[in-house]
């Protein structure tokens, strides 16, 4: 019953592909916290690759790349050859089920979506863009409210406990996906948010990502603000801007105090990791959530890995989950979250530190792939951040991806990488063809 919007999306392509794209996107980017995961019965990332076979393989036969665009095409195309050798890897080498195996790989070919944005025009994008900001803007309201109430008002992409703060306030963790999109969009290309909102949104995506409690999220924004406004040549037309915001964080300096100076003090818990103590914090519970524990639960596997033939670690642990058989039987480390229901402590990935992700899943090989797609949208973006105003806000979105990547496994997935081809064949297309080239 589900696949009635895949249909409706595939439908409208021809008719009208501003909502065919925004529904993909819905698809791919977890429902915007809107829609669960499974939808009447169906799940809306098989939704999105149901899409992309459809939309993409069609656009594949009838486009024509420019430099730009067959650059990221080749880097795709490489990319995605590893991921086939890597499940031929694994169901003959590591002998997996042949099911879990492709089912899991099947998540990489989502970067495919890339040639489902080609064809779109100027006012396309422009109008995709304008629908993103509404549904995140809303969305965001939603998520603060639940946390003062601690009432579940958005969806999650994976099973997670609300808790109440020592503050009062309740830590949620299904934050819109686009939260930190459209707060530096707000900041430094204000002229894709609708002119009444304008003030609003300056005020609502920045209290979302307060809300949100997480540490490293907030100082990696802050950070990057700052980046931004001397990238721009701006500070001294923005600080009042940058003024507003100062005092919009005074009413939350102790919610901020509180929460860096948190579970087990950052500057313990930075220190413990430098002097390699792993002993120590296995001992104080090895399923938390530290900056300890992640650097932990990497060199764990590290230590494994490498000393494997040499083929391993190119190839990393496997194309498998956590839930596999295959993962509990082969593996025993002692670092991961604990799966309480099912009494098993995660293998293969963690939410907590993306270069884990990497290590493990892709393996050497598979990550230098990887990574080489993100490194030429990061260059592409700063190379036009100066002409472009929103080229500038997804160059900082992109620094901040790579800055948080400590903390969560953002960059390690490939359906983060979505919303940048977007934005890439928005301005390799189009109007910003002539000056980009």
Known sequence: MGFILLIIAIILYPINRVYSIFLFLTFSLNGFRILPDIFLDAKLTHMALGYIVVIGGYNIFH??????????????VYFELFIISSILFSIVYYQYSIGEVISTGLRYSILLGFFCFINLKDWEYKKVINILFYITFITSILYCAQIITGIKLLQYSSETFDTPESNGLFKFYNSPPLGGLFLYISLFASEYIPSKWKLASKIVFPLALLLSMGRTSMLVTGVVIIIGFLLNDSFKKNVLILLMILLLLIPFYSLIS??????????NDIQMALN?????????????????????????????????????PLFGLGLITDESTDAQKKYHFNFGLLNIEKGFVAQIRTPDIAWGNLLTILGLL?????????FFLIRFFNKIKKTELLALSIFLLLVAEIMSSISCASISEPYTLLIYFFFFTYFTNNQFKNNIQ
């Open 63 to 76: 486009l024509h790349l420019n430099r730009l665009q067959k650059k990221l095409n080749n880097k795709i």
């Open 258 to 267: 509180s929460r860096i100076n948190k579970e087990g003090e950052t500057k």
């Open 276 to 312: 390699l103590n792993f002993k120590e914090i296995g001992e104080n519970g090895g399923h938390g959530g530290t900056f300890t524990y992640r650097i932990a639960w990497i060199y764990e596997r590290a230590e494994y890995i490498f000393q494997r033939p040499f083929y391993e």
């Open 366 to 374: 598979g990550s230098f792939f990887f990574l080489n797609i993100w």
